[in-house]
């Protein structure tokens, strides 16, 4: 157990390296010496010296690095060039909206795609599996931003069921909250349903032919038992670990999806820094998702061994 | 699984033994079961007809594929969906198990019939323990809960010999032998004391000496609680070890029936007197395993007659056409044999071929 965890973080720490890395150099690309850009309007000799030093930026390339490093650590990710305020903040402002949605579009995600998946197995070759299959295949396809749109001409402007965009704090009013997120999560949910429907499907079929589900009925189980207890404990882990990774990516920001519905998460944070050219924010975004990505990565494959008693044990 | 016959007894046999009036646990009769695939249908098993006896082993044997384990999932009710039942019967303590509904089928499996595999490594759940497998059976046909439920299961894995049974109760099938696992299934067919096992070739997967224990195991336990045992194989060593009576198999039919001491000496049907003569002899030097020439007919091609006429040397037009009843032809009446020119040896125009049997 231990050296497994061992072992898995063995391999995070080079794969969050190789992320900071890259974003550092990220700096490198910035037009310009920002020594210069950083002295102003004199370009005083000294005073670009003085920042130089101040910065660092004479020590050679892997030096800087370090130091850079040493900030991310101690929870210097710099400063936005657009609004002043630390990256850290900005990140950690955004984070619940963000975590909320993900949070949100997970249980539709969850709710739709494994029930969907069950019963498409288990109903195999039906009109049931033929419409979940068509409904998914729909899902799939179906790009974000249209279904998004889509929903708010539906929902909003034609039936004014729903605010169009725009994010409430649940702690301001958690109903008002809700409203704007329902759509949202619904677009963001429905496109990873049909994954894990898929993902369901294929597992639960293969899990209902296994020797040990026939064994279940010649115990004289009950269908729903054979079902819910033998074959799906077994079908589980390819769907949890599926699950915990498209988390991750919901965790990295809906990009198109937030611009959409004007929610300020991190998809519409990492668009209005690169349009701005604020790079100091871009890379904090980048470091931020890619780390979360990785543990994201790590959590899924420590419920993989946790729900395999071959490797538990 | 449809079920194309009519029945007209429904009673759910809820009598785990049967009575002293009648021994007979299991009566297959007129059995016929077909296939629904992508090529069309097929008739697999073509009238099946055998009983057993409480506290008997039959023997089913027969080579792969010829519809050993059908005969066995058709009793039970485990037929794949494709399957059809055409017709015959099965009871099970003279109670009608074909056309059964689902819910009286369910209630009888793993009380009154119980079932084990030939792949003890993955007839078990990987992902739960020795103990809530065993358990769950437990509970499902007896009022035995919580602690007295898990007694009974440790009780169980002790009766099948399985050592530290509490600690086994606890792990996981991966963490047991081939043999352990095989031990385990039967524990947990026999929990609730079945009148009746089905075990479809329980060793076949296994060491040769784990097989030996198997087997003694399931001799023993049988002796101990009079429960009747369909033993279904393809080794003839096998049924010479533990089987009372012995029924042979071909493409879906019984070709011959009897004790196992009457079809061992003198067996009737040439596919029966091809097996034996193909199983490697003690006596011999060199070990003779003449096989018999010739492979089965595929559903599709089936002869109308009898369908071992396509390999056998005294084949003929009559056999090829008429399908040969079973019937006794000797003293014995419990020996049957469906073949025309039964026994081999007083047929007249057999004897050119009979050299090639030899
Ligand atoms: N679900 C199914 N659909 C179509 N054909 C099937 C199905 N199940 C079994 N069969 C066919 O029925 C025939 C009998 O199969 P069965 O499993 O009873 O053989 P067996 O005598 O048990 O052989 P073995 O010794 O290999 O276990 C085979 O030809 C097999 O291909
Ligand atoms: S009936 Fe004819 S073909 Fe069939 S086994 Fe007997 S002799 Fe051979
Ligand atoms: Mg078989």
Not at chain 1, 19 to 27: C, N, T
Not at chain 1, 41 to 59: F, K, S, T
């Amino acid at each position: 157990m231990f050296a497994f965890i061992f072992r898995r973080v063995l391999i995070a720490v080079p794969t969050l390296l190789l992320i900071s890395l890259m974003v550092f150099s990220l700096q490198l690309l910035l037009p310009g010496d920002p020594a210069l850009a950083l002295a102003g309007e004199e370009r005083d000799p000294a005073v670009i010296e003085a920042i130089r030093e101040q910065y660092h930026l004479n020590d050679p390339m892997i030096v800087q690095y370090g130091h850079w490093l040493a900030g991310v650590f101690t929870g210097d990710w710099g400063i936005s060039l657009r609004n002043q305020m630390a990256v850290t903040d900005l990140l950690l402002s955004k984070l619940p909206v963000t975590l909320e949605l993900a949070i949100l579009a997970m249980l539709v995600a969850l709710a739709i795609g494994v029930t969907a998946g069950l019963v498409s197995a288990v109903k195999k070759g039906t009109r049931w599996d033929f419409g979940a299959n068509v409904i998914a295949l729909s899902g799939i396809s179906i790009p974000n931003f249209w279904l998004g749109i889509m929903l708010i001409l539906l929902v909003s402007v034609r039936w004014g069921l729903l605010p169009a965009s725009g994010y409430t704090s649940p702690l301001e009013s958690v109903s008002r909250n809700l409203e704007m997120m329902v759509m949202p999560a619904l677009v963001l949910g429905t496109a990873i349903a049909a994954i894990m429907m898929r993902h369901t499907r294929s597992a639960m079929i293969q899990a209902m032919q296994a020797d040990y589900v026939r064994t279940a009925r010649a115990k004289g189980l009950s269908e729903r038992v054979v079902i819910l207890k033998h074959a799906f404990r077994n079908a589980l882990v390819p769907v949890v670990t599926m699950g915990t990774l498209q988390f991750g990516e919901l965790l990295s920001g809906a990009v198109l999806t937030e611009q959409v519905f004007t929610i300020p998460g991190f998809g519409k944070l990492i668009v209005d820094a690169v349009f701005n050219r604020d790079y100091a924010v871009v890379q904090g975004v980048v470091l931020f998702t890619g780390t979360v990505f990785i543990v994201m990565n790590f959590i899924a494959d420590l419920l993989y061994f946790l729900l395999n008693p071959r490797l538990r044990t | 699984m449809t079920i194309i016959l009519a029945q007209h007894d429904q009673a759910p046999a809820r009598t785990k033994r049967s009575d002293a009036m009648n021994d007979n646990v299991l009566t297959v009769e007129g059995l016929k079961v077909g296939f629904r695939t992508d090529k069309g249908r097929f008739s697999i098993l073509d009238g099946v007809d055998f009983t057993l006896r409480r506290g008997r082993t039959l023997c089913l044997v027969g080579e792969s594929g010829c519809g050993k384990s059908v005969t066995a999932l058709s009793i039970m009710g485990l037929l794949a969906e494709n399957a059809e039942i055409l017709g015959g019967s099965a009871r099970l303590n003279q109670h009608e198990l074909i056309g059964l509904d689902r819910h009286a089928l369910r209630r009888l499996r793993g009380d009154a019939m119980a079932m084990i595999f030939q792949e003890p490594m993955t007839s078990l759940n990987p992902a739960f323990t020795i103990g809530n497998q065993l358990i769950e059976g437990i509970r499902q046909h007896s009022d035995l809960e919580g602690a007295a439920a898990r007694e009974h299961a440790i009780e169980m894995l002790k009766r099948v010999r399985i050592p530290a049974a509490e600690q086994r109760m606890g792990e996981y099938p991966h963490q047991l032998s081939g043999g352990m696992r095989q031990r385990v299934m039967i524990a947990m067919a026999l929990a609730n004391d079945p009148g009746l096992l089905i075990a479809d070739e329980p060793t076949t997967a296994l060491d040769v000496t784990i097989q030996a224990q198997i087997l003694q195991l399931i001799r023993r336990l049988q002796h101990d609680s009079g429960t009747a045992v369909l033993m279904i194989t393809h080794d003839l060593g096998v049924v010479a070890e533990v089987g009372d009576d012995v029924a042979v198999m071909y493409a879906g039919r019984i070709v011959e029936r009897g004790s196992v001491t009457a079809l061992f000496d003198d067996p009737l049907h040439p596919y029966t007197i091809g097996l034996l003569s193909s199983i490697p002899r003690l006596d011999d030097t060199l070990t003779r395993l003449s096989t018999i020439p010739g492979s089965v007919p595929t559903p599709a091609e089936m002869p109308r007659g009898c369908r071992f006429s396509t390999r056998c040397p005294f084949a003929d037009q009559h056999c090829r056409e008429e399908v040969p009843p079973l019937a006794a032809v000797g003293n014995d009446k419990e020996h049957v044999v469906a073949c025309w020119k039964a026994p081999i040896e007083h047929c007249e125009e057999c004897s050119e071929s009979r050299e090639v049997m030899a």
